[in-house]
């Protein structure tokens, strides 16, 4: 099964709006990891946060994690038309070496 | 840098006809994985190699087996195709440790590979 899954499975706003999305994991994390990706495209790296971080900004985004409730938000500031992609969270299970669970992805899509 | 390279980016296939796919990368990186994403179940890792030489089993490997030629390469075969095969391929690498810039976990991503078959 999953380690992660996202919520909520599909996500539409308008520019300029915040976007929120949310993942829940089931076992013990070395870190998470966020990635986007574009309709047809691979994978690109947003963002990673360790387990023993509460928050971590990059640019326009800002994540969160909570080991305690075995969750993390993404959240998107100020979207754009660009930021229409599914977004996956990915795990770093403690133990597991360098692999990553993916959970199943939000898609968002940023309407002007 | 090409970064990570994929071939081919479509292909088709009857079942019980095998193939390889091919990955490589450019950037020195020491570990290097095969993902396929299917709808609404995100990528599942097939196989995994976290060093030249070495090659084990993710979550879905059956069906499939890997080669990990060179520290550039790693490649994905499907011996006799099902079209429970039929997917999208993601190839990824990531950085040993000590590497400036992101962290050694973070993972390159290929363009993919869409494969299906009948």
């Known amino acids: 099964s999953q380690q992660g899954e996202e919520d909520p499975q599909a996500l539409s706003i308008q520019e300029g709006e915040n976007a929120t999305m949310n993942c829940s994991y089931k076992?013990?994390?070395?870190?998470l990891q966020w990635y986007r990706q574009n309709s047809g495209r691979g994978l690109v790296h947003l963002i990673l946060?360790?387990?023993?971080?509460r928050e971590k900004h990059s640019g326009r985004l800002r994540v969160t994690l909570d080991t305690s409730k075995k969750s993390s938000s993404l959240l998107i500031t100020a979207s754009r038309a660009a930021d229409t992609a599914s977004y996956f969270c990915?795990?770093?299970?403690?133990?597991?070496?360098?692999?990553?669970?993916f959970g199943t992805g939000t898609q968002l899509k940023v309407e002007l | 840098n090409a970064g990570v390279t994929q071939t081919p980016k479509f292909q088709v296939l009857k079942t019980g006809q095998s193939m390889t796919l091919q990955c490589a990368q450019d950037?020195?990186?020491?570990?290097m994985y095969w993902y396929r994403q299917d709808p609404g179940m995100g990528l599942r890792l097939i196989y995994y190699?976290?060093?030249?030489?070495?090659?084990d089993k993710g979550e879905v490997p059956n069906g499939y087996n890997v080669s990990r030629l060179n520290k550039r390469e790693f490649s994905l075969r499907l011996e006799s195709a099902a079209p429970s095969q039929t997917s999208v391929y993601f190839c990824?690498?990531?950085?040993?440790?000590?590497?400036?810039?992101?962290?050694?976990?973070?993972?390159?991503f290929g363009p993919g590979t869409r494969l299906l078959v009948l």
């Open positions: 946060i360790r387990s023993n971080e």
């Open positions: 190699s976290a060093s030249e030489g070495t090659t």
């Open positions: 076992t013990s994390i070395n870190n």
């Open positions: 950037m020195n990186h020491n570990s």
């Open positions: 990915a795990t770093r299970i403690t133990g597991g070496g360098n692999k990553l669970t």
């Open positions: 990824a690498s990531s950085p040993p440790p000590g590497t400036s810039g992101r962290p050694q976990e973070t993972q390159y």
